[in-house]
């Protein structure tokens, strides 16, 4: 492989780390605030379960679980759609990786064999 062409792609690489290392982050955050919803949501289903006046528990369910299930759904949601992000940037680097590693042994197998 030439190496201005290897110089891009390492330079094209790099690139997509950096936003791998974004995903990776807002994917750490949204992953703890999806914890915190998990927990929130089932006391609030629990509650509400155990809760007999119907009055009280039309009340908490309008200020605590729909509220908290409909973050809770949206957090879910939008961790598959990180998870899908990362998965595609990695398989560019995986791809570089692999070509430029394809490029780089048959010319070591050259150098050897000589």
Avoid: C, G
């Avoid at 998990?38 to 006046?53: A, D, E, G, P």
């Avoid at 679980?65 to 940037?89: A, G």
């Amino acid at each position: 492989m030439e190496q201005h062409v290897k110089m891009s792609l390492d330079k094209w690489k790099a690139e997509i780390e950096e936003i791998l290392k974004e995903i990776d982050a807002e994917y750490e955050e949204v992953k703890n605030e999806l914890q915190v919803y998990t927990y929130k949501f089932n006391i609030t289903k629990q509650v509400v379960q155990s809760t007999v006046n119907p009055d009280l528990n039309r009340k908490i369910r309008e200020l605590y679980h729909q509220p908290f299930e409909e973050k809770f759904n949206d957090l879910k949601e939008y961790i598959k759609e990180l998870e899908e992000k990362k998965r595609v940037f990695q398989m560019f680097t995986d791809k570089i990786d692999k070509v430029t590693e394809k490029e780089v042994e048959p010319q070591f197998a050259v150098a050897q064999s000589e």
